[in-house]
Nanobody, 122 residues
């Protein structure tokens, strides 16, 4: 499975970005797909995940109400709409598949795509 995240960039605080993650093998529908982020010097932090075509996404408290997860299985693509961005959202954002059962933590995910940099200026 090859994942590719894109859509990052530089935005002012309060702005919006939409990240995309493409699965070239169109296998998303079989997995929980997660978004994580990693700031310099920090570990990989859970952001959001969604488990099915009709499931309810789960969000980290830090992004709840501002970020929205969506997916288009026919296109093999998931999205992360990020609104009201804050400087503390600055990080490299990754998408991944949940390969092990358990909580939404990085060690239970794999097939990490190449990340996309999000920078929020104050």
């Amino acid at each position: 499975v090859q994942l590719q995240a894109s859509g990052g960039g530089l935005v002012q605080a309060g702005g919006s970005l939409r990240l995309s993650c493409v699965d070239s093998g169109r296998t998303f529908s079989r997995y929980v797909v997660g978004w994580f982020r990693q700031a310099p010097g920090e570990g990989r932090e859970f952001v959001a995940a969604d488990g099915s075509t009709a499931g309810t996404a789960t969000y980290a408290d830090s992004v709840k109400g501002r970020f929205a997860f969506s997916r288009d299985n026919a296109k093999g693509t998931v999205y992360l709409q990020m609104n009201s961005l804050k400087p503390e959202d600055t990080a490299v954002y990754y998408c991944a598949l949940q390969l092990l059962p358990g909580p939404y933590s990085a060690e239970n995910f794999g097939s990490w795509g190449q990340g996309t940099q999000v920078t929020v200026s104050s």
